[in-house]
């Protein structure tokens, strides 16, 4: 009854189930909403860590005594390192040559006299820097053992460190230290981005290769409801998509969430409409499926991956680059999905981004709605 009197409801209903019926028969488009979340997750939950575990530490001591043994006893107890010893510091820079250790901690014979004496008794380090990342890493945890061990030596001899700073450290929203806490949320921006970018233009492509899209032009369709009406069904997906990842990011791998539901789900839902808004306008410049997909990739997914923040920190970026991120969606979600997971409601950071989202979101909807005409040309 209702459908007869507003026949626009009538279409765009028909037109939503027509889309859902084309998803349910497509194995490739249930794939990308729900599979592709799952290997990624899994890929970079389990097999993906930024954080250095096991590094192969190769230790000389040239004048064995219970200082130098208590002092490697402290990097043999430490989870970040798997040491080994060498007699002379020549067998130690053949196997950091060869990549059998990949640092080198060096206790000359005058160390412990040195240190009893109440002298300068330096450690030399010797750190292969090819992975610049993980030799400051490495470097920093040496450091870290180094002082530590230092602090317990002058507590045990009763003689105070001579020492110009104290170092107390208090680590916020990720007291573990861990990647995994950081790189899971940031995964769920770019499963997004995949679903509602990648499917949407190449579904929509695909409709024009068929011959598809001038059925629905003869149809009495206005735009705004065809817009609509492919735009709705995979909003669905992709949210669906999402519960899905956010899901199994709690539960499977004890991402802890700290922010308010309903405020991931706004900004989730505007970020997806983004997303589907961007492939939408892919497909429309393309109209070919291979195509589609190639461009999807490479201006949404590749951004996504790279400029975010999700893996690289933005403010380590050349300024230029820093500038360039500006432009990228996902940067802001990104931004948005590690404090709701880690911090919590921190409405200065959930505002800003959420802004950002919302005037792309009016820009790409301008865009696609001049773009979009029931003309075949």
Request: charged fraction near 15%.
């Amino acid at each position: 009854m209702i459908h007869k009197r507003y026949p626009a409801l009538m279409r765009l209903s028909g037109l939503i189930r027509k889309e859902m019926w084309q998803i349910i028969r497509d194995p490739s488009s249930i794939g990308i909403a729900f599979l592709m979340p799952l290997l990624l997750l899994l890929l970079f939950g389990y097999g993906v860590s930024l954080d250095a575990k096991d590094i192969k530490l190769g230790i000389v001591i040239e004048k064995p005594d219970l200082t130098t043994q208590s002092l490697s006893g402290s990097f043999e107890r430490s989870d970040y390192f798997k040491p080994s010893y060498f007699t002379t510091i020549q067998q130690a820079q053949r196997a950091l040559e060869e990549r059998k250790i990949t640092s080198i901690l060096w206790l000359r014979n005058n160390f412990s006299k040195q240190l009893i004496a109440g002298q300068d008794a330096p450690i030399s380090v010797l750190i292969n820097s090819v992975d610049s990342n993980q030799a400051h890493i490495t470097k920093g945890y040496i450091q870290g053992v180094w002082l530590a061990w230092l602090n317990q030596y002058s507590t045990v001899q009763g003689k105070p460190l001579p020492l110009p700073v104290t170092l107390e450290q208090r680590v916020w929203f990720n007291a573990a230290l861990s990647s995994r806490m950081f790189l899971v949320p940031g995964i769920i921006a770019i499963i997004m981005t995949l679903i509602g970018s990648l499917l949407t233009a190449m579904v929509v492509a695909r409709e024009w290769e068929r011959g598809t899209m001038e059925a629905l032009m003869a149809t009495p369709l206005r735009m705004s409801e065809m817009l609509l009406g492919k735009l709705i069904p995979y909003f669905i997906l992709g949210m669906a998509g999402m519960f899905f990842s956010v899901a199994l990011a709690i539960w499977l791998f004890n991402v802890p969430f700290l922010g308010s539901f309903w405020l991931l789900t706004v900004s989730s839902a505007l970020f997806m409409l983004v997303a589907l808004l961007i492939g939408l306008l892919i497909s429309i410049l393309s109209k070919n499926q291979f195509v589609a997909g190639q461009i999807a990739i490479l201006v949404t997914f590749l951004p996504a991956f790279i400029l975010s923040g999700f893996l690289f920190d933005i403010n380590s970026m050349p300024t230029a680059i820093q500038f360039i991120t500006h432009i990228v969606p996902a940067r802001y979600f990104v931004a948005i999905l590690q404090t709701l997971f880690l911090a919590g409601d921190v409405w200065p950071v959930i505002l800003s981004n959420l802004a950002a989202l919302l005037i792309m979101f009016l820009f790409f909807f301008a865009i696609v709605w001049r773009k979009s005409y029931k003309r075949l040309d």
